[in-house]
């Protein structure tokens, strides 16, 4: 088996990408000096310097790297030593014009970014596995490697191109996944709009078309192209693999929703020996932490809920979005721990040293323009303490109260053209729905929908409009056997080749759920309708309602006027042991909460601790121990309650009874026993 840790990391992982190419040797020692102040113990080297390493086709400068390397091992940082693929240099792309990617509409990018590859084309994928072999040949038993780097951040900024390589190379995809072209045919339906083919070779990518073209063929070119990344990750990975035994293999993730939509990570965590994630805060008026705290749960559980680390993130601000502003005070490592919380073993940044010059010069990094006379280089300091105080929960694992279903391909396949409404957002339902958790500070868990649910009291859907039959047996054995199931309109409406199930919707839930719906009623903009449930309680909707019939469910909430007043809203169905939810439009934060504290109820899940809002408690435990995590997100100070004493690991005091946080803290407590 294959490690699963960096080779030789005996602390928490702290540093960041350090790319030294971009200064004179001369700075690299002092760099040293100050990562060795800073405490830093791991950096990410060599993703972007494929044009250095490789200046002319079969022609090495591997001198600097070798010196770099040697330096960071004398000076005790341990190297994430990358495979620089995401960046062919210019003399490959003036040999390989065609290796340049091809849009929809027949653009062809040109050099002078990155990511601009068509990874279908052999030219690259050759010229991909000799520099890894190359690096790995050399550098394999490297005394400073920890692990390696594949690529950077694979389906960002190009997640598919539609060349006639890529269309070759499609062909034989369908040809493996379908066997033939009938086998096509039946599960694109391209009976309808005399679409059908009568040989693979007339099948092209979905390129630009008058109107919308087929959704269940650009549902699968989505799946071809995530596909083609992984096999030329998979193609590094076994080369790394073979010269270079025993040093583990990875590439950064982008799990959050707000950050990379065109990748199943489902499938690339069993590829990965490591999972590894890059996360930056995405400043649209949202509450970043609860973002954050979203998608280290949804990393955590690509991992399988094994320990992975966190390899990028902001010291302050970026530079990529139309407002970039600066962290406050304390925030870095508010964020930084609150990643750790949710189980990364370590926080990297992006940068070590921050750019004079390129595109990303005003993205902030761990040695600030400014240089070490800087609130940002004391705070990076102060952080590589913290995590080094925090060494001992190494391993340990974060413990969750709930799940959530997600499934990347089931939100490819809504977000195609003409459905009944723009303004359902499966990403917004998501969000919607994990903030509401968060709110009843409740630990999630994310499931694929065919995953073993057992463990868990509630599972929530906010968004599976594709499920297939095998999702929907799964989801009606958790409820028969005891779980208790939250539903969310316009999920199980279709099967993995966006066919609508046979019979009334939601098709693959009606049986759970006990009830049909008639037909959909999306709002106009700005519309709303009215919603009245127990007590006389009363909330406000929008975007989508409908005509639900219940057959077995028990109606708690009803539509109060609109085209579906008198209609069921919101229902209660239960089911063997176990009890379905179902709620039929859009609630906004109030209305889910009502809805949470019911089906909450129905799961036996105990009220969360008397805990403010913004103040967030996760639990990591372990063969070394139980540690509660507590982050302060608000401006005021505030005790928690603390069942079991322990100790401060930060502090080094003694804590019982109710736990001091200070405004914008964060507490870690080892808990006795």
């Known amino acids: 088996m294959p490690e699963t840790t960096p080779r030789g990391l005996t602390r928490l992982a702290f540093g960041g990408d350090y790319n030294p190419e971009q200064w004179p040797e001369s700075v690299w020692q002092e760099d040293v000096r ?167 070779d007339q099948i092209n990518p979905p390129r630009a078309t008058p109107t919308v073209g087929n959704p269940a063929q650009a549902l699968d070119y ?165 995590l080094d105080r925090l060494g001992e929960i190494r391993s340990t694992r974060t413990r969750a109260d709930v799940a959530v279903l997600w499934d990347w391909q089931s939100w490819w396949a809504q977000g195609l053209d003409w459905r009944p409404s723009e303004d359902h957002d499966a990403r917004e339902r998501a969000d919607a729905f994990y903030e509401a958790l968060y709110d009843r500070h409740l630990t999630v868990d994310f499931a694929h929908p065919e995953a073993d649910l057992s463990a868990y009291p509630l599972v929530v859907v906010p968004a599976l409009y594709l499920m297939t039959e095998a999702a929907g047996r799964n989801l009606q054995a958790y409820v028969e056997n005891g779980g208790t199931l939250l539903v969310s309109y316009f999920s199980g409406i279709v099967d993995e080749h966006d066919a609508v199930h046979e019979g009334a919707y939601p098709g693959a839930l009606r049986d759970v759920l006990g009830l049909t719906v008639e037909e959909f009623s999306p709002l106009l903009k700005d519309q709303t309708v009215r919603v009245t449930g127990p007590g006389g309680s009363e909330l406000r909707a929008d975007v989508w309602t409908e005509f639900v019939v219940p057959r077995g469910a028990q109606t708690v909430w009803t539509y109060a006027d609109g085209l579906t007043a008198g209609r069921p809203a919101v229902t209660r169905h239960r089911l063997g042991a176990g009890t379905a939810w179902y709620v039929s439009t859009r609630l906004g934060a109030e209305g889910l909460d009502a809805v949470l504290a019911q089906a909450a109820e129905d799961a036996r899940l105990a009220p969360s601790a008397d805990l403010p809002r913004d103040v967030e408690v996760v639990v990591r435990t372990g063969e070394r121990g139980t540690y509660l995590f507590a982050l302060n997100h608000t401006s005021a100070d505030v005790k928690i309650p603390l069942e079991t004493p322990g100790t401060e690991l930060l502090t080094g005091e003694r804590a019982a009874g109710r736990l001091e946080l200070p405004a914008g803290a964060v507490r870690v407590v080892r808990l006795d026993g």
């Not at 004398?74 to 065609?98: A, C, I, K, N, Q």
């Not at 290796?99 to 279908?120: K, M, N, Q, W």
């Not at 692990?147 to 390589?165: F, K």
């Not at 189980?343 to 070490?372: C, D, I, L």
Request: with cysteine; aromatic share 10%; glycine share 8%.
């Open 222 to 386: 989505k799946r071809f192209a995530d596909a083609t990344l992984r096999e030329n990750f998979r193609a590094e990975r076994d080369i790394l693999h073979r010269l270079s035994p025993g040093v583990p293999v990875t590439t950064n993730f982008m799990t959050a929703l707000s950050q990379c939509d065109s990748i199943d990570y489902w499938a690339w965590g069993r590829e990965v020996d490591l999972v590894t994630n890059d996360h930056y805060l995405i400043t649209d008026g949202r509450r970043t932490h609860v973002n954050l705290a979203m998608a280290a749960d949804l990393t955590r559980s690509v991992a399988g809920g094994a320990p992975w680390l966190l390899l990028e993130h902001s010291t302050s601000g970026v530079n990529w979005q139309a407002r970039n502003p600066a962290k406050a005070p304390g925030q870095m490592a508010r964020n930084s721990l609150a990643h750790v919380a949710r189980g990364s073993e370590g926080a990297m940044f992006f940068q070590w040293r921050q750019s004079r010059r390129g595109a990303e010069k005003f993205h902030s990094a761990m040695v600030p323009h400014g240089g070490t006379d800087t609130r940002v280089w004391h705070e990076v300091v102060r952080l590589g303490a913290d």
């Open 34 to 200: 100050l990562m060795r102040e800073a405490g830093v113990s791991l950096v990410s080297v060599g993703i972007f310097s494929w044009a250095l390493l490789e200046p002319a086709r079969g022609e090495y400068d591997f001198g600097w790297l070798d010196r770099l390397l040697d330096l960071l091992h004398d000076s005790g940082v341990r190297v994430d030593l990358g495979t620089p693929t995401v960046v062919p240099p210019v003399w490959f792309y003036r040999e390989h014009p065609e290796a340049l990617p091809v849009t929809a509409d027949g653009t062809r990018y040109e050099f002078g970014s990155r990511g601009a590859i068509c990874h279908s084309n052999p030219d690259y994928r050759a010229a991909a596995a000799n520099i890894t072999t190359q690096l790995a040949e050399r550098y394999g038993d490297h005394p400073a490697l920890a692990m390696w780097h594949v690529h950077n951040e694979y389906g960002v900024p190009v997640s598919a191109c539609y060349c006639d390589c890529c269309a070759a190379h499609f062909r034989r995809w369908l040809a493996d996944t379908y066997g033939t072209v009938e086998a096509v045919n039946e599960a694109w339906g391209t009976a309808f709009w005399g679409q059908r083919y009568t040989d693979l």
